[in-house]
């Protein structure tokens, strides 16, 4: 049915059934059945588990003591895929930087470079048996996925998803303050999964409100986006610093680090700028809001579309 509530069930009905569709998803990808290559498998496997952890922690305090262990399984997963997607996102990120930076880039000896990339990617997977560590991660889900029909979600209605929501825009509201005083990349990277996590709350409730909602959740895609590819562009830089060797000579890096640092700085600002305006209200305020598109939203005659 989708990544966002109905107006025909129960809270507890749509996590669960949320739960259970993202759990189904990433275990289909990594047991290699999802009908895509390994690096789309592993990517959309993750996907999932993201989405699975921001529903849980948009019901946290309805979890209690069960939040933990389910964040905790995710986590443990995503990070080891995480592990395997790095290398792979190094490719990317030089490939992307090539293409956005072009008259700086223009130097074939930066074959070497994405060259010397790839055959990082393939040693690690290669070192870390990507084809097992994926079976066993699958394993891990599995379990997870038993878990669920176990989380004791009692309560109906906003009030359900109420706190979550508020603390996770408070969290984000926190998080920018940070990067704004400090700005290093960790600060950064703390950010950007704060605001996925509002992006995967808002994809939630979109239906409260969808020709509203649906510019917001454009926008936090844009501020996660940005974020992402800030970070990514971070890790390269750390990888071709920490054995230049086997990337080129120094005057074949020295551009390459010159447009990193460009690239870099021109995300950040594109971020600030637009993840000032989203985290401008309070969160108080917000989830009242939100709240108050809930009620109208369930009260509505079935005649009208949530469209």
């Known amino acids: ?4 509530f109905e107006r025909n069930e129960s809270v507890p009905e749509a996590v669960r059934r949320i739960a259970y569709e993202e759990a189904d998803s990433a275990i289909t990808y990594l047991r290699g059945k999802g009908g895509t290559s390994r690096d789309e498998a592993i990517h959309e496997a993750r996907k999932n588990i993201k989405k699975l952890r921001a529903l849980v922690r948009l019901v946290e305090p309805e979890l209690g003591p069960s939040y933990s262990d ?3 399984g995710l ?4 990070r080891k895929l995480s592990e395997v997607r790095d290398a792979g996102a190094l490719v990317t990120a ?9 008259k700086k880039l223009k130097d074939r000896s930066l074959r070497k470079v994405r060259h010397g990339l790839e055959l990082q990617k393939a040693h690690i997977e290669q ?4 084809g097992e560590v994926m079976q066993n991660l699958a394993d891990r889900m599995e379990a997870v996925r038993k878990s669920i029909k176990h989380w004791p979600l009692g309560t109906d209605g906003f009030p359900a998803i109420r706190d979550g929501f508020e603390i996770t825009f408070r969290s984000g509201k926190k998080s920018l303050a940070i990067v704004r005083k400090q700005a290093r990349p960790e600060d950064f990277h703390e950010w950007r999964k704060r605001v996925k996590d509002h992006w995967y709350h ?5 239906k409260v409100w969808e020709d509203l909602l649906s510019g917001y959740e454009t926008s936090l895609k844009r501020v996660e986006t940005l974020l992402g590819e800030e970070h990514n562009l971070f890790l390269l830089r750390n990888t071709l610093a920490s054995k230049p060797e086997a990337f080129g000579e120094d005057r074949t890096l020295k551009p390459v680090f010159s447009a990193i640092e460009h690239a870099e700085k021109e995300r950040r600002d594109c971020a600030l700028s637009f993840g000032q305006r989203i985290y401008a ?3 108080r305020r917000m989830t009242r809001e ?3 598109f809930w009620q109208v939203w369930q009260a509505q005659p079935g005649k009208c579309s949530d469209g």
């Open 1 to 4: 049915m989708g990544y966002h």
């Open 127 to 130: 070192e870390m048996n990507v």
């Open 70 to 72: 389910a964040n905790a």
């Open 281 to 283: 209200q309070r969160a």
């Open 94 to 102: 030089f490939d992307d930087l090539r293409s956005h930076e072009q």
């Open 290 to 292: 939100m709240n108050d």
């Open 75 to 78: 986590r443990a997963v995503g």
């Open 202 to 206: 808002v994809r939630l409730l979109e």
